[in-house]
């Protein structure tokens, strides 16, 4: 059975939208409580497909996991196995990556299969593995499976080519327990590793200078359990901000952390939004004035993030001249402008930067989610679009977004999801 949403467009948005717990914190926070040696409880857990799919791989792994309410989960890695992951769930989603860092760290062992996810052009993870190496472990591939093994993790420098968020959390990971200390240079900035190495720091690790670009790891022998609140979704705010910014009459963004949100704020102060940025929220109100040109590049954080350029794309069609989308952290991040192009926008894509030639009227059409946020922009296109929209594939947008549909239709959206 496959799903599908169907948005009527030309709808206003009026009301409040609450934002969930970070996905890609908690796509790492998850494989992070295995390294306990007790049990975690974590607070504000998003009821999205990727959670659910990790949750499958911890039940592989004997954790004992228990949804306490909507968004609370307890772990519990006591009598956990370190069996081979070779199952379904681990191409589900790419984040299974994270039980590399965190087997190896516990096990000094660790056997996985590729990950999955989103195609966003090629994903390497020889960052990864090379942080693992230095650290002391041996690594083989074999039948499309990864096998790690270490007699001693031992701590170490390693400088990291490219700020990788990923390369940044499973090496860190895996370092908790090495003997002596583990600093990683050009270390990821993003908030979702300051989250990651604060779970770890309430269980007992010694992780030092979190949202730096050095981050000084001290191994220790053992780690407990604690209790953790996961941070508000930065890229799912910025997803319905934009929309906000697109159709809204009056719409409040609550739960967010506004500085997490500085670069995208500041774009769409240059685009001409009306907004008011409060302790945790953000509101926005319509504007009568033409929307302005402006040009983006996407960088690691604190700059602005690449996973909400697709979506940002949408609004450009509404902004008045030639605006400019230059991505740099993936290869092919535009899978969504041929979508938008059927629907009316005016866009070109070369070298890597998309031209957004505005404003152009959208008209509702047959679109495919391609990946998350291009779903997410296709759902963004949906509601300014004329007419109605159909958009298949969703299931790469249930990865990331909860509730969608439903956060949408509180806000006045006429916009349905069904089985096929
Ligand atoms: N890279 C390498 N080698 C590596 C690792 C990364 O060359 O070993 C390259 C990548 O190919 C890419 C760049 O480094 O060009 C940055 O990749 P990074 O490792 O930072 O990305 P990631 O950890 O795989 C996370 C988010 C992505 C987000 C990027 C960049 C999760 C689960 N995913 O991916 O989020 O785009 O950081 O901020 O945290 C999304 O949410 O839609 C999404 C794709």
Not at 263 to 279: C, D, F, P, R, T
Not at 292 to 301: A, N, V
Not at 374 to 385: E, R
Request: charged content about 20%; aromatic content about 6%; glycine content about 8%.
């Amino acid at each position: 059975m496959e799903k599908v949403i169907k948005i009527e467009g030309g709808h206003h948005l009026n009301g409040t939208v609450r934002i969930s717990g970070s996905k890609n914190a908690t796509v790492a926070l998850i494989p992070a409580c295995v390294l306990g040696n007790e049990p975690v409880t974590i607070y504000g857990v998003p009821n999205i497909s990727d959670v659910q799919s990790l949750i499958v791989l911890l039940n592989e792994l004997g954790v004992y996991v228990e949804k306490r309410d909507e968004e609370t989960l307890y772990i519990d890695p006591t009598h956990m196995e370190n069996i081979p992951m070779v199952s379904k769930a681990v191409s589900k989603l790419r984040a299974s990556y994270y039980f590399m860092g965190a087997l190896l760290g516990k096990f000094g062992h660790a056997e996985i299969k590729m990950p999955g996810g989103c195609y966003l052009g090629p994903r390497p993870i020889d960052l990864h593995l090379k942080g693992f190496e230095a650290l002391g472990a041996n690594i083989q591939y074999e039948n499309g499976c990864y096998i790690l093994d270490a007699k001693e993790l031992k701590g170490t420098n390693i400088f990291l080519d490219i700020s990788s968020v990923g390369a940044t959390i499973n090496i860190m990971m895996a370092a908790v327990y090495a003997k002596g200390r583990t600093v990683i240079e050009n270390a990821a900035r993003e908030p979702e590793i300051i989250d990651i190495a604060t779970l770890l720091n309430k269980m007992g690790a010694r992780i030092h200078g979190m949202g730096t670009s050095t981050l000084v790891i001290d191994g220790v022998d053992y780690l407990k359990g604690c209790i953790h609140e996961i941070i508000p979704d930065r890229i799912e705010a910025a997803t319905y901000v934009i929309m906000a910014a697109a159709m809204a009459n009056d719409m409040r963004i609550e739960n967010i952390i506004p500085q997490h949100l500085e670069a995208i704020v500041m774009k769409l102060q240059e685009v001409g939004i009306n907004m008011e940025v409060g302790s945790d929220f953000i509101h926005v109100f319509k504007t009568d004035k033409p929307l302005k040109r402006i040009e983006i590049l996407t960088k690691p954080y604190p700059g602005f993030a690449t996973d909400v350029q697709q979506p940002f794309t949408v609004l450009l069609t509404q902004c008045n001249g030639k605006s400019k989308v230059m991505e740099t952290i993936w290869e092919n991040r535009f899978m969504h402008v041929p979508y938008l192009i059927q629907m009316g926008a005016d866009i070109t894509v070369k070298n890597q930067t998309a031209t957004i030639i505005g404003p152009t009227a959208l008209t509702g059409s047959e679109v495919v989610a391609t990946d998350l946020r291009a779903g997410a922009a296709l759902v963004a296109a949906a509601l300014i679009a004329d007419g109605k929209t159909r958009i298949t594939n969703i299931e790469h947008i249930l990865r990331g977004y909860e509730n969608i549909v439903e956060k949408l239709t509180s806000v006045g959206a006429k916009i349905e999801s069904h089985e096929i």
